[in-house]
T-cell receptor, first 114, second 110 residues
Framework: KAGVTQTPRYLIKTRGQQVTLSCSPISGHRSVSWYQQTPGQGLQFLFEYFSETQRNKGNFPGRFSGRQFSNSRSEMNVSTLELGDSALYLC?????????????FGPGTRLTVT | EDQVTQSPEALRLQEGESSSLNCSYTVSGLRGLFWYRQDPGKGPEFLFTLYSAGEEKEKERLKATLTKKESFLHITAPKPEDSATYLCAVSGGGADGLTFGKGTHLIIQP
C-alpha cells in the first residue's frame, strides 16, 4: 500500500510570493492534516480536512489556507510569504478524524523563503 | 490548552543500555496519546496509540505505557538503528488536532 506522498519535496520562494503544496493520502484515508515543523517550535498543527470540509484549524494567520478534493487529495496555500514561513510542511492522513485514529505522515515539503 | 512536555531533550546510550523516555501531558479529555519516531529529513513514523490509563503496547524493543498524567516509552537493549527523535502527541476534547511535544533526540552508540 502506497504511503502519503507530498509534492514538491523542496521549494525555494521569495518573500511576498505565494506557494501551493500538494498531498496525496493513503488510499482509503479520508482525513488529511497539515503541520508546520521548525527547530524552535517543533510540530505545530495547521488544519485538518475530512470529506472536503475543514474540521479544525490551528493558531496560524489567515495567510495559511487549504482545501481537500473529492478524491481526498489536499492542497495547502501560503500567501504573502514571510521569512518565518521557512519550515518543513508535513501532511498526514488517517482513516477518519485524527482525534482517535493514528495519523501517517508524508516525507514533507521543505520550504525556504529568501 | 493542551500541553505536552518531553524529557530528556537528548539522550545518549550505549548499545544494550535500556532506558525510558518521558512524556508529560495536560489535556481536557484525552482522546488518544500517540508516539512517533522521526529520522532526519523524514516525516514522523507512527509507533503506538494509547487511549486510557493503564494501557501498554509493545513493538520489538519498544514498550509504551500510559498513566493519567504521563506516558513512558521504554527502550530495552537498544541498537544503533533505534537512534532517532521520538515524538509524543496528544489529542484532547477540543478540536485542535494533535499537540506534539518537542521530542527526545536519542543516540545509541555501538
Amino acid at each position: 500500500k502506497a504511503g502519503v506522498t507530498q509534492t514538491p519535496r523542496y521549494l525555494i520562494k521569495t518573500r511576498g510570493q505565494q506557494v501551493t503544496l500538494s498531498c496525496s493520502p493513503i488510499s482509503g484515508h479520508r482525513s488529511v492534516s497539515w503541520y508546520q515543523q521548525t527547530p524552535g517550535q517543533g510540530l505545530q498543527f495547521l488544519f485538518e480536512y475530512f470529506s472536503e470540509t475543514q474540521r479544525n484549524k490551528g493558531n496560524f494567520p489567515g495567510r495559511f489556507s487549504g482545501r481537500q478534493f473529492s478524491n481526498s487529495r489536499s492542497e495547502m496555500n501560503v500567501s504573502t510569504l514571510e521569512l518565518g514561513d521557512s519550515a518543513l510542511y508535513l501532511c498526514a492522513s488517517s482513516l477518519a478524524w485524527s482525534g482517535t485514529y493514528e495519523q501517517y505522515f508524508g516525507p514533507g515539503t521543505r520550504l525556504t523563503v529568501t | 490548552e493542551d500541553q505536552v512536555t518531553q524529557s530528556p531533550e537528548a539522550l545518549r546510550l550505549q548499545e544494550g543500555e535500556s532506558s525510558s523516555l518521558n512524556c508529560s501531558y495536560t489535556v481536557s479529555g484525552l482522546r488518544g496519546l500517540f508516539w512517533y519516531r522521526q529520522d532526519p529529513g523524514k516525516g514522523p513514523e507512527f509507533l503506538f496509540t494509547l487511549y486510557s490509563a493503564g494501557e501498554e503496547k509493545e513493538k520489538e524493543r519498544l514498550k509504551a505505557t500510559l498513566t493519567k498524567k504521563e506516558s513512558f516509552l521504554h527502550i530495552t537493549a537498544p541498537k544503533p538503528e533505534d537512534s532517532a527523535t521520538y515524538l509524543c502527541a496528544v489529542s484532547g476534547g477540543g478540536a485542535d488536532g494533535l499537540t506534539f511535544g518537542k521530542g527526545t533526540h536519542l543516540i545509541i552508540q555501538p
